[in-house]
């Protein structure tokens, strides 16, 4: 499976972007898709996860501010963000887990929050 994230960029607090990750290869295996996120200096932490009957899984810090979603083909999940605060600057990654139990990473996008 192969991954392509798109949509970051420079937004000012309190603002809205909408993240796009784009699968192919062999998208028939996933069962859940997810975002992460690396901070400068920091771990890369969970986001939200998506499965594939629609049931999504928020951390607390972006509870009621993003939105995880996707296609029914599998071949695009999206991060609506909004109300973004400047902790929330980072790379975001999206992620794929498969019936084969493999875990496949895109290359990340880049979303700063400043003014």
């Known amino acids: 499976v192969q991954l392509q994230a798109s949509g970051g960029g420079l937004v000012q607090p309190g603002g809205s972007l909408r993240l796009s990750c784009a699968a192919s290869?062999?998208?028939?295996?996933?069962?859940?898709m997810g975002w992460y996120r690396q901070a400068p200096g920091k771990q890369r932490e969970l986001v939200a996860t998506?499965?594939?009957?629609?049931?999504?899984f928020y951390v607390d810090f972006v509870k009621g501010r993003f939105t995880i979603s996707k296609n029914n083909a599998k071949s695009r999940m999206y991060l609506q963000m909004s109300g973004l605060k400047p902790e929330d600057t980072a790379v975001y990654f999206c992620n794929t887990n498969t019936t084969y139990g493999v875990s496949y990473w895109g290359q990340g996008t880049e979303v700063t929050v400043s003014s």
């Open positions: 290869g062999s998208i028939f295996s996933i069962n859940a």
């Open positions: 998506i499965r594939m009957n629609g049931n999504a």
